[in-house]
């Protein structure tokens, strides 16, 4: 502090203390010399006069006491530690002590206060001051986060209940609830907890709730939970289509997805396709020599002498399909009479005999059992092992005109009966069946089985795989036989 300063408050101190002991009156108050009356208590009147010097008699201070460049703008500054703006000496105070007027004391001297300058500055309704802008630390605009756990409460239970920490003011919450744990949900109404949120509860939201196997929120049937929430299998059965054609089907006990089966192959041999019972899986082929033996077994079906278990003789062929002639030791080739050329003889066939091929209308397949005998040597459909099926009688013996009553027959295998090629009754409509293999179960005659020959309405029933839904269609169907 300069010397002129201290000279100058000492001179106004004395000065202020004549004006009171000279000039007060009754009533406390003091008369200036150019006749205004002031408080004692107006500090402001006391430092204007001093700063200007309006208010000082020239008579009272001598004009060569105090050099007019004594006193300059910065000298009550140091004097009084303050800015201009506060009432309080900051000198020694420390940062942030309120000093009047909306500041606070910043190193020794009074400087506005404002929200970010690190000091909590009560007077202006701070709660506290860290000085950056960031949310959420415990406190932000000068205002605590939180002072109780209530502040802190977003209103959703499935993240947790909110807590405040009394010390930090910073904002938590405790662990969240299961998923699956009640809510409500914002538009109201009774919903779930899910990853923290509040979901709507039933089939489709991917939570398993009560009543459900699972629930992965899509519609997928075959990805091992339906749409309905239920797992696709369980076991085998579940997967089961009712066609033995396309293999066993498989249930996988943890991913509840089934897969197919292997499908049965009826392609022995190149040559040779055969067709699948989709309700027995078995492969029936064709027989085009009509010798009896399919051409799954059959080592050449286009000729009816040649042909598994067939009679070895001298002709330079393989018989008997064993992979070899024999002629060597074979003996002679005795033919059997065979007028309908089916590859059978009757009983009591007429023979010839042959080193080679047997004469057009013989085989070399004796009649020596019911196996091998053949029950209508004049109908070359008719034969023993026949497999195809007849929708028409056929006539046992050769006649000209109308065949006898005694020798119509629908005998066509020679098994002595007529074997009926449709035989399942339908006793319930299609609609309704809820998996393949009840939807094909489903088919069949409405009402019994007509006999060979006559025609009955029959249902069809077919399972679709893209609906999940059974149809059907009823027609008129004749009834084969063998």
Known sequence: MRRSSLRLGAIVTVFASTL???????????????????????????????????????????????????????????????????????????????????????????????????????????????ANAVSGDGCSLCKFDCKAAADCDNGNVCDGAETCNASTHVCGSSSAPADGTTCTLAAGGSGTCKAKACVKAGCGNSLVEAGEDCDDGDTDDTDGCTKLCRFTCATAADCDDGNKCNGTETCDATTHKCSAGTAVTCSPKTGCTGTCDPATGACTYPDADKDGSPCDKDCIDADPAVFPGAYECKDGKDNDCDGSTADGTAPSCICFADPDRDGYAGTGASTVSSAGACPDAYTRRPPADAASTDCAIYNASAHPGQRAWFSSTYCKTLVIGSCPLSSISWDYDCSGAAEKRWTTSSSISCPGATSAKECLVRSGWIGAAPACGASGSYRTCTWSSLSLSCSGTETSRKQECH
Do not use: F, Q
């Open 20 to 130: 009171i002991a000279c000039g007060s009156d009754s009533n406390g108050t003091t008369a200036t010399t150019d006749g205004a009356v002031s408080s004692p208590d107006s500090a402001s009147d006391t430092l204007a006069a001093n700063d200007t010097g309006s208010r000082v008699d020239s008579g009272a201070i001598d004009s060569g006491a105090i050099d007019s460049g004594a006193i300059d703008s910065g000298a009550a500054t140091e004097e009084t530690g303050t800015d201009g703006g506060g009432a309080v000496d900051c000198t020694g105070k420390p940062d942030g002590t309120d000093c009047g007027g909306g500041s606070i004391c910043v190193k020794g001297l009074c400087a506005g206060s404002s929200c970010g300058d690190g000091y909590v500055d009560g007077a202006n309704g701070e709660e506290c001051d860290d």
